[in-house]
């Protein structure tokens, strides 16, 4: 079992930064991945980003070049620093953890509450 706690949402104005952090407990060992989600109000959810043990990075494509994904192994905790924010971003973000294979498709198997990320002047 593995537990996931987010945290670092809030409100940010358009052109703001902003850093969500989530750590993990349990056998989060077993597991090659993690990532983050997010579902926009009225939208389906969507994958932002995922991170291997390793550092490899995958992007969603509105998200590319503005966040980044990182992680400490050790520490059990990922990141998502999120740059030039914009107000389509303002979504619930989950973290979760999963399985990743080598062709970069990410299955999550464990999900976090949400955080909520709200981008508005």
């Known amino acids: 079992q593995v537990h996931l706690v987010e945290s670092g949402g809030g409100l940010v104005q358009p052109g703001g930064s902003l850093r969500l952090s989530c750590a993990a407990s349990g056998s989060i060992w077993m597991l090659n991945a993690m990532g983050w989600s997010r579902q926009p109000p009225g939208k389906e959810r969507e994958l932002v980003a995922t991170?291997?043990?390793?550092?490899?990075?995958n992007y969603g494509d509105s998200v590319k070049g503005r966040f980044t994904i990182s992680r400490d192994v050790a520490k059990n905790t990922m990141y998502l620093q999120m740059n030039s924010l914009k107000p389509e971003d303002t979504a619930v973000y989950y973290c979760?953890?999963?399985?990743?294979?080598?062709?970069?498709?990410?299955?999550?198997?464990?999900w976090g509450q949400g955080t909520q990320v709200t981008i508005s002047s």
């Open positions: 991170v291997t043990r390793g550092g490899n990075s």
């Open positions: 979760t953890a999963g399985l990743r294979a080598s062709s970069g498709t990410y299955n999550p198997l464990y």
